[in-house]
T-cell receptor, first 116, second 112 residues
Framework: GAVVSQHPSWVICKSGTSVKIECRSLDFQATTMFWYRQFPKQSLMLMATSNEGSKATYEQGVEKDKFLINHASLTLSTLTVTSAHPEDSSFYIC????????????FGPGTRLTVT | AQSVTQPDIHITVSEGASLELRCNYSYGATPYLFWYVQSPGQGLQLLLKYFSGDTLVQGIKGFEAEFKRSQSSFNLRKPSVHWSDAAEYFCAVYTGGFKTIFGAGTRLFVKA
């Protein structure tokens, strides 16, 4: 149980275009979803937290107009990188928390974004 | 400030040898602690967690970790490492407000 999927697993886009990444909880309802960014050989950096039906809460330094997060249902959250630039290239990981408790998160497999 | 420190950026062990990955945390209240493993290009998989009770916790894949409050540590151990254990390991602490802080990670290399 507690499986989280992400789509796509990798994507290449041109500078200036937008790309959407989906995160789905497959076998549980995710009341809260998290989006992380991971640079090579570094730890995870929390970008934002979203609760179903509410606006996402962004961490300090994360541009909310650039990284649009939508958590429209209890099983789906999307991250849209708008007007992508090469510096946005990174590994993006989502995680989800169910109703069982605030402590545990279940992670998706990640999405590798390369902006050319 | 709340933090998680993994002192070792990378560790190399021989296959079959024992392993200990260090983790120290800074948190004012009773910590909820986790160890995750990440294979290249993959997301994080939970190895084990500590919430309360027995300070020695067992996880998947033969891993265990011991919570030592006096040392603010939560070290991960495995008695005999397999080549498939080569990966990145992250220690994490739940800090409240639905947030979790991750350490910088320790890369484990396993040599034949």
């Amino acid at each position: 149980g507690a499986v989280v999927s992400q789509h796509p697993s990798w994507v290449i886009c041109k500078s200036g275009t937008s790309v959407k990444i989906e995160c789905r909880s497959l076998d549980f309802q995710a009341t809260t979803m998290f989006w992380y960014r991971q640079f090579p050989k570094q730890s995870l950096m929390l970008m934002a937290t979203s609760n179903e039906g509410s606006k996402a809460t962004y961490e300090q330094g994360v541009e909310k107009d650039k990284f649009l997060i939508n958590h429209a249902s209890l099983t789906l959250s999307t991250l849209t990188v708008t007007s992508a630039h090469p510096e946005d290239s990174s590994f993006y990981i989502c995680s989800a928390r169910g109703a069982g408790g605030p402590y545990e998160q279940y992670f998706g497999p990640g999405t590798r974004l390369t902006v050319t | 400030a709340q933090s998680v420190t993994q002192p070792d950026i990378h560790i190399t062990v021989s296959e079959g040898a024992s392993l200990e990955l260090r983790c120290n945390y800074s948190y004012g209240a009773t910590p909820y602690l986790f160890w995750y493993v990440q294979s290249p290009g993959q997301g994080l998989q939970l190895l084990l967690k500590y919430f309360s009770g027995d300070t020695l916790v067992q996880g998947i894949k033969g891993f265990e970790a011991e919570f030592k409050r006096s040392q603010s540590s939560f070290n991960l151990r495995k008695p005999s490492v397999h080549w498939s254990d080569a990966a990145e390991y992250f220690c994490a602490v739940y800090t409240g407000g639905f947030k979790t802080i991750f350490g910088a990670g320790t890369r484990l290399f396993v040599k034949a």
